[in-house]
């Protein structure tokens, strides 16, 4: 189990994360080990976006210090649940598979072109997911 060597009291102990892709399933594990966990809007923690040095250590030092003074300067954030990422997940797939299908309709169709042949207009529905 990740973390599982920490030996820190959790109830004493306050955790800033960015949000990215990773942080969903990193708050969850924080979270059922009692930790006290802040997921920082990657884009709307003043402290970081406005910063003219860039320096993913110094951001780590920022976020500690907020974390500990005043957590509301990081603009917290809640992720998905698992259940909504899920369904976003499908979503997303669905929508790759119309354009793809889209992209290989108008492929087909615009490679007859070259020879100087065209396809009639058809039915497509006769390509449908399997």
């Not at 970081?48 to 030092?61: C, P, W």
Request: glycine letters at 4%; a positive charge.
């Amino acid at each position: 189990m990740p973390f599982a060597g920490y030996s820190a009291d959790p109830k004493s102990c306050r955790i800033a994360l960015k949000s990215r892709a990773h942080s969903p399933w990193i708050r969850r594990l924080l979270e059922e080990m009692e930790f006290e966990v802040v997921l920082a809007d990657a884009n709307g923690a003043l402290l970081i976006v406005e910063s003219r040095k860039k320096d993913e250590r110094l951001n780590a030092q920022t976020m500690e210090r907020a974390a500990h003074v005043d957590p509301q300067l990081l603009a917290p954030v809640r992720d998905r649940s698992s259940e909504t990422q899920t369904d976003l997940s499908l979503i997303r797939a669905r929508t790759s598979l119309v354009h793809s299908r889209k992209f290989l309709i108008n492929s087909a169709r615009d490679g007859d072109k070259i020879t100087g042949e065209w396809l009639h207009r058809c039915d497509t529905s006769g390509i449908t997911p399997a």
